[in-house]
């Protein structure tokens, strides 16, 4: 074998020979030095003739053990992105997706369409034109754009992502329907104050997370709502069945509560990571958290703490209503900063290729 025949045959010598070749080549330096992790370097993929002309965006789960509307607020994160440089995007969230279900609902695996209509007209890769995969630095992009780097983010980046969800998001017909027929069930009319207590692994401390807000302090702020507002339920959404608890010991039956909600009994277990004995226990979860925020988000007040929950609350409030809540109480305990990173824990991974 000669040496152009090794030369062409070694992937390494290859990249080294460029280099040797190109190295007083400022083009060839910058996408060199700057491209792998810079989001204007777009690599495109052809897989066939389907959309000929647009540029398909594929939005994939991020995985990782991310909760639901952590992956939801991601999904709007990088449609923030295709809006802006006018590509086409498709959502498709597979295994790696904390609550995906190998066998699919009702005939459907991807699992963005468990809850949703497809965000535009775009319904498959396999034969596109042009393809554009997400990457992280789409992600970090965005986020840096609006000075978003923890849970306390500004108004404009609410807006933003607000936008996304009257352009893009809408419920299935199956998901819209059982949304409304159980938010209709459980509260009727009358003057509902939101509540939400996020309990569970909030307490391990994990690094630029909220400092878990307490019981108590939420108790409190009801407490004068309730003097104040006039509010005739509570309704509470919450991961812990000992709050529960506590707040009926407190406000007795003002409180509603969806009671087939899977909570925790003291592990300080997420119950996302939860494997319950019901059949498609993972969609369930999935269905019980979006139930919590589309309920939160139609109350006529709420107080909270910070979470993925709370914030997609507020991104739909504004989407749907078009403002917040009148009385809207947002418990700023602060953050974390160690070096406990969510990534390096065991939940992180643990729902990678069931």
Same mark, same amino acid.
């Given at each position: 074998?000669? /040496? ?62 991310? %909760? ?18 006018? /590509? ?41 034109? &042009? ?6 630095? &789409? ?48 509260? %009727? ?61 407190? /406000? %007795? ?28 226990? &993972? ?14 988000? &139609? ?21 749907? /209503? ?33």
């Amino acid at each position: 074998m000669g /040496f152009m025949d090794l030369l062409r045959k070694s992937e390494k010598l290859v990249y080294w020979n460029r280099c040797r070749i190109h190295r007083n080549d400022p083009a060839f330096r910058r996408m060199l030095l700057e491209g792998y992790e810079n989001p204007d370097f777009l690599e495109m993929h052809t897989y066939g003739r389907e959309y000929e002309g647009k540029c398909v965006y594929l939005i994939e789960e991020r995985g990782a053990g991310v %909760g639901f509307f952590a992956e939801f607020g991601v999904t709007l994160i990088h449609l923030y992105f295709a809006y802006e440089r006018g /590509f086409v995007p498709y959502v498709r969230w597979g295994i790696n997706y904390l609550y995906y279900e190998p066998e699919g609902i009702d005939g459907e695996k991807n699992a963005f369409l468990y809850f949703f209509q497809p965000v535009s007209e775009v319904t498959g890769i396999e034969h596109a034109c &042009h393809v554009i995969h997400t990457q992280e630095s &789409h992600y970090v992009q965005v986020k840096a754009q609006f000075e978003a780097v923890s849970y306390d983010v500004s108004d404009a980046y609410i807006d933003a992502m607000a936008h996304m969800v009257k352009k893009y998001i809408r419920y299935n017909e199956t998901t819209e329907q059982y949304l409304e027929k159980e938010y209709r069930n459980l509260l %009727g009319d009358g003057k509902v104050l939101g509540v939400h207590f996020r309990g569970t692994d909030f307490r391990k401390g994990y690094n630029n997370h909220p400092i878990p807000v307490q019981i108590e302090q939420e108790i409190e702020q009801v407490k004068v709502l309730i003097e104040t507002s006039g509010y005739d339920r509570i309704f509470l959404a919450t991961d812990e069945q000992a709050a529960v608890e506590r707040f009926r010991e407190v /406000f %007795g039956d003002k409180i509603c509560v969806y009671e087939d909600t899977f909570r925790d009994n003291g592990t300080d277990e997420s119950i996302a990571f939860s494997e319950g004995n019901r059949d498609r226990h &993972h969609y369930y979860l999935a269905r019980e958290v979006v139930r919590d925020q589309y309920t939160l988000t &139609h109350c006529d007040g709420l107080v909270c703490g910070y979470s993925n929950v709370t914030f997609i609350a507020r991104v739909m409030r504004r989407a749907w /209503f078009g403002n917040e809540w009148k009385d809207f109480v947002l418990i700023d305990n602060g953050l974390y900063h160690n070096d406990n990173a969510f990534s390096q824990s065991a939940n992180s991974k643990i729902r990678n290729k069931r």
